[in-house]
């Protein structure tokens, strides 16, 4: 079994691509899956089952949605 892992995220989102593992928005969207839990202090324990495939989904960035044009 591995030992649960702790972050502690940055200030601000760099939003590079991919984000990066410390990203703020990479930590909030780990915590709504239910893969990692906030502590009071800000940083986040990471769940020790936690997936790589896990993580890179979390750190993908999402596709802005194309808008269909109409008449043409």
Do not use: E, F, I, T
């Not at 760099?14 to 990203?23: D, H, I």
């Not at 780990?30 to 997936?51: E, F, I, N, S």
């Amino acid at each position: 079994m591995a030992a649960a892992r702790v972050v502690k995220p940055k200030k601000h989102c760099c939003a590079s691509s991919p984000r990066c593992k410390r990203c703020p928005v990479v930590c909030k969207r780990l915590q709504r899956a239910g893969l990692a839990a906030k502590l009071d202090d800000g940083r986040y324990v990471l769940d020790p089952d936690l997936r790589k495939k896990q993580l890179k989904a979390a750190r993908r960035k999402k596709k802005p949605h194309k808008l269909a044009h109409a008449g043409s």
